[in-house]
């Protein structure tokens, strides 16, 4: 599965709120520091707020922070917010103009939504906190 930039993106961010969870952060701070684009960045965390990610708070002295413990932020959950349709070929999908006449049936197609899940599936073995606290020593990968 291939994973778009924004996801990247937003996964970097929580990682930074993440290793500054003492205190509110700022967009410029977090697009200088993780070199990310500050327009982008933006609407990543409109996105990452109306799913509760992040608590947001304007004004001067305003900036963002976890919406919750990092221990409770599962990366496959994460994806899946942010990556809502699976990895499938153009015509494998439902909502292609020119659809495959075997989607029903294609092995291929139920093979790459398989592979999609187990992707996904290892995903969820892993928390905020495990890849924030890789710096620290080998992330702890799921069997």
């Known amino acids: 599965m291939r994973l778009t930039k924004r996801t990247d993106m937003a996964i970097r961010l929580l990682m930074y709120c993440s290793a500054h969870s003492d ?3 700022t967009k410029t701070e977090v697009a200088e ?3 990310l684009s500050f327009n982008h ?3 990543i965390v409109l996105q990452l707020a109306r799913l509760e990610l992040i608590v947001t708070r304007r004004g001067r002295n305003g900036g963002f922070s976890l919406g919750r413990p990092a221990e409770e932020i599962c990366i ?4 899946r917010a942010l990556e809502p349709k699976p990895v499938l070929p153009e ?6 103009a020119v659809p495959c006449r075997d989607i029903a049936t294609c ?5 790459l939504l398989v592979a ?3 992707f996904l599936s290892t995903l969820d073995g892993l928390t905020l906190a495990d890849l924030a606290n890789n710096a620290a020593g080998p992330a702890r990968i799921p069997a």
């Not at 496959?76 to 994806?79: I, Q, S």
């Not at 015509?91 to 292609?96: A, G, I, L, M």
């Not at 092995?107 to 093979?111: A, C, E, P, Q």
């Open 23 to 25: 205190r509110l952060v």
């Open 33 to 35: 520091a993780c070199d």
């Open 41 to 43: 960045l933006a609407q």
């Open 76 to 79: 496959g959950g994460v994806v």
């Open 91 to 96: 015509n494998c999908r439902e909502d292609s």
């Open 107 to 111: 092995l291929f197609r139920k093979s």
């Open 116 to 118: 999609t899940e187990a």
